[in-house]
C-alpha cells in the first residue's frame, strides 16, 4: 500500500518533469506547460491501472456548486484583507483566463485522477488524517521541481515559501479529500482545483512576502478556518463513499 504510492508518486514525479522539459523546448505558455507537467500524473494513474469515480448521486451536485464557488471565497478573503490591510493591489481579471480555462480544468483533472483517485483509494485504509496527510506531502513534494526551477511562484525567502506552501497544500488536501469523500467522485475536487489554480494565476497578482499568495500565512489561516466550517476531521472513511 505505502510502496505502492510511493513508486505512484516517482512515476509522476519523473514524468511530469521529463513531459514539461520537453514542453519548454518549443512552448512559453505557461497553461500548456502546467497541462504537460500535469500529464506525468496521468500517465502513473495509467501504468498503476486506477479507476476513475464520478458522481453518480444527485446529491452530490449542491457539493460540485460549491466546490466551484470555494476558492473564489478565500482567495477573495486573503486578498481583501491585504487590500484592506497591507495595501496590496488586487488586479483585475483579464479575459485571457477564459481562453486557458480548458487547459486548467485538463491539468486539474489530470492531477486529481491520481491524489484524489489512485492515492485516495490506496490509501484509505491507514485512515483519514494520516491518508490526506500523506497525500497532501506527496502532492506537494510533487510540485518541487517547478518551484526549484523557478517555474512556480513562491514567497522569499524560498524555504520559508516552501514550507508555507507544503503547509498550505497540505491543508488543501483535507477540503478536497473532504469533498472527494462527500461526493464520492472527483468532478468536485478537480472543479475546486481548476478555480483556486485560476485566482491564483489571473486575479490575486504577485506576492514576494510570505503573506499573500499560495506560500503566504494568509492563506493557511483562511484554509484551517474553511476546515474548521467543514468538520472534515469528524467525517469517517465510508466503503460506500470511496
Known amino acids: 500500500m505505502l510502496k505502492k504510492s510511493i513508486y505512484f508518486f516517482l512515476v509522476a514525479l519523473i514524468g511530469s518533469v521529463i513531459f514539461a522539459g520537453l514542453a519548454s523546448l518549443f512552448f512559453s505558455y505557461k497553461p500548456l506547460l502546467v497541462l504537460l507537467y500535469s500529464l506525468g500524473v496521468a500517465v502513473a494513474f495509467l501504468i498503476f491501472r486506477g479507476k476513475i469515480k464520478f458522481e453518480k448521486n444527485n446529491s452530490a451536485i449542491p457539493w460540485i456548486i460549491v466546490g466551484c464557488f470555494l476558492p ?18 488586487i488586479e483585475p481579471l483579464p479575459l485571457t483566463f477564459l481562453s486557458s480555462l480548458p487547459l486548467v480544468l485538463l491539468a486539474s483533472f489530470f492531477e486529481e485522477i491520481g491524489w484524489r483517485g489512485y492515492l485516495f483509494t490506496t490509501l ?31 514567497a522569499s525567502p524560498l524555504v520559508l515559501g516552501i514550507t508555507i506552501f507544503t503547509l498550505n497544500v497540505i491543508l488543501l488536501s483535507f477540503i478536497f479529500g473532504w469533498f472527494r469523500q462527500k461526493t464520492a467522485g472527483i468532478i468536485a475536487p478537480t472543479l475546486i482545483h481548476a478555480f483556486h489554480n485560476l485566482g491564483y494565476a489571473y486575479w490575486a497578482g504577485k506576492n514576494d512576502l510570505p503573506i499573500l499568495g499560495e506560500s503566504g500565512l494568509l492563506l493557511t489561516v483562511v484554509l484551517l478556518l474553511v476546515i474548521i466550517i467543514l468538520q472534515a476531521w469528524k467525517e469517517p472513511i465510508s466503503a460506500k463513499t470511496i
Open 72 to 89: 473564489i471565497l478565500y482567495i477573495g478573503l486573503v486578498y481583501l484583507i491585504g487590500w484592506q490591510f497591507l495595501d496590496h493591489k
Open 124 to 154: 484509505q485504509k491507514i485512515g483519514w488524517l494520516k491518508m490526506n496527510l500523506g497525500i497532501g506531502i506527496l502532492w506537494s513534494a510533487w510540485h518541487l521541481p517547478a518551484i526549484l526551477t523557478g517555474s512556480y511562484e513562491m
